[in-house]
Each structure stands twice: as structure tokens, then as C-alpha cells.
């Protein structure tokens, strides 16, 4: 995760581990790759994940891989 990118903005932190994109489930992280894939930079996206045992949520506006 980059310091700072989208994520990290969304509150995600190191560790956590995204178990739904917008009500799709997340098995592997290249499924989750596969995912975004299909997304646009500025697209906003629905994010269930765990972090220490408990789930949250949050939506992460995506960027692109040269911000």
C-alpha cells in the first residue's frame, strides 16, 4: 500500500485484508487485481475488510499507478 495513496486515505492500513469489493467477494489478491482491472481511475469503490479479527468498511476512490 502506498503512504498516502488511496487507500490509505480510505483509513485502510497494512495488515488488512479486503475480503469484498463492491459486494463481490475477495478470495486472492490477484482476483482483487483482476477486479480494479476492470475499474477506472476516480472511480469509487464499496470495501469490506478485516483488520486485528474485526470487519469494517469504507470506499477507497481509486487512482491510477502513476499518481
Not at 475477495?26 to 469503490?45: I, W
Not at 464499496?46 to 483488520?51: L, T
Amino acid at each position: 500500500m502506498a503512504r498516502g495513496g488511496p487507500a490509505a486515505e480510505a483509513g485502510l492500513e497494512p495488515g488488512d485484508v479486503i475480503t469484498s469489493l463492491d459486494g463481490r467477494a475477495v478470495n486472492s489478491g490477484q482476483e482483487l487485481l483482476a477486479m480494479l482491472r476492470d475499474r477506472a481511475p476516480g472511480d469509487e469503490v464499496d470495501v469490506v475488510f478485516e483488520r486485528d479479527g474485526d470487519e469494517g468498511t469504507t470506499t477507497v476512490t481509486l487512482g491510477s499507478s502513476t499518481d
